[in-house]
Antibody, heavy 120, light 106 residues
Framework: QVQLQESGPGLVKPSETLSLTCTVS????????YNWIRQPPGKGLEWIGN???????NYNPSLKSRVTISVDTSKNQFSLKLSSVTAADTAMYYC??????????????WGQGTMVTVSS | DIQMTQSPSSLSASVGDRVTITCRAS??????LNWYQQKPGKAPKLLIY???SLQSGVPSRFSGSGSGTDFIFTISSLQPEDFATYYC????????FGGGTKVEIK
C-alpha cells in the first residue's frame, strides 16, 4: 500500500528556509494531489499547500508569499520550502495524499510527520 | 478563509455512550466536510468525507450528517480505542480545520 515519509532538518534558524521532502512509496506519485499540512505543538491543523504531478500548485493565502512546493516524479518525491521562518513556524509537518476519485482537498494517506523547531 | 467552529472543545464520556460533535462553517460549504481522528503522537486519520461517506475500513459506529453550514459527527457506541481528538475540515475552498474536540474517558 502507498506510504508517505517526511524527511528534513529538525532544527532551523530564524530567518532561514525550512526544507522538507516527502517520499511516496508503494505506488506512483502520479494522478493525485499531494499536500503539506502542519500542526504547532498542542494546537490545530493548518493546510500549507498542494501539488499535482504536473507541477500545478495551490497555496494557503496566509503563507503563499513564503511557500514553494515542488515535485520530482523521477524520485517519487515532493518537497516544501518555507522561507523567512520564525518561532511561529515551529510545528509538526505532515505530508498527505488526496483521496482522489474527484473528491478534492480530502486527505486520505498521511506521513508520520516530522517535527521542525525554529530556534537559534 | 472559511472559519470552522467545533463544539464542544472537549467532552468526557464512558464506553458505550453515544457521542455527538458539531461543526459550523462561517459560510455555506454544501457537503464539502470531512472528519478526522487524531491520537496522541499520530497523524490524523480520515473517517468521514463529503459529510456522510464512511471511509473504507472505518467502523460503522462512526457517522456524519449535515449540509450548508451545520454538520454533526456521531459515534454511536464509544469504544476504548475511540478516545482521541476529532477535527472537522472543509474542502469547499482553501482547506481549513475546526479547532478539534478531545474525547476523554469519564
Amino acid at each position: 500500500q502507498v506510504q508517505l515519509q517526511e524527511s528534513g532538518p529538525g532544527l532551523v534558524k530564524p530567518s532561514e528556509t525550512l526544507s522538507l521532502t516527502c517520499t511516496v512509496s508503494g505506488g506512483s506519485i502520479s494522478s493525485y494531489y499531494y499536500n503539506w499540512i502542519r500542526q504547532p505543538p498542542g494546537k490545530g491543523l493548518e493546510w500549507i499547500g498542494n501539488i499535482y504531478n504536473s507541477g500545478s500548485t495551490n497555496y494557503n493565502p496566509s503563507l503563499k508569499s513564503r511557500v514553494t512546493i515542488s515535485v520530482d516524479t523521477s524520485k517519487n518525491q515532493f518537497s516544501l520550502k518555507l522561507s523567512s521562518v520564525t518561532a511561529a513556524d515551529t510545528a509538526m509537518y505532515y505530508c498527505a495524499r488526496d483521496l482522489g476519485g474527484g473528491i478534492p482537498r480530502t486527505f486520505d494517506i498521511w506521513g508520520q510527520g516530522t517535527m521542525v523547531t525554529v530556534s537559534s | 478563509d472559511i472559519q470552522m467552529t467545533q463544539s464542544p472543545s472537549s467532552l468526557s464520556a464512558s464506553v458505550g455512550d453515544r457521542v455527538t460533535i458539531t461543526c459550523r462553517a462561517s459560510q455555506s460549504i454544501s457537503r464539502h466536510l470531512n472528519w478526522y481522528q487524531q491520537k496522541p503522537g499520530k497523524a490524523p486519520k480520515l473517517l468521514i468525507y463529503a459529510a456522510s461517506s464512511l471511509q473504507s475500513g472505518v467502523p460503522s459506529r462512526f457517522s456524519g450528517s449535515g449540509s450548508g453550514t451545520d454538520f454533526i459527527f456521531t459515534i454511536s457506541s464509544l469504544q476504548p480505542e475511540d478516545f482521541a481528538t476529532y477535527y472537522c475540515q472543509q474542502s469547499y475552498s482553501t482547506p481549513t480545520f475546526g479547532g478539534g474536540t478531545k474525547v476523554e474517558i469519564k
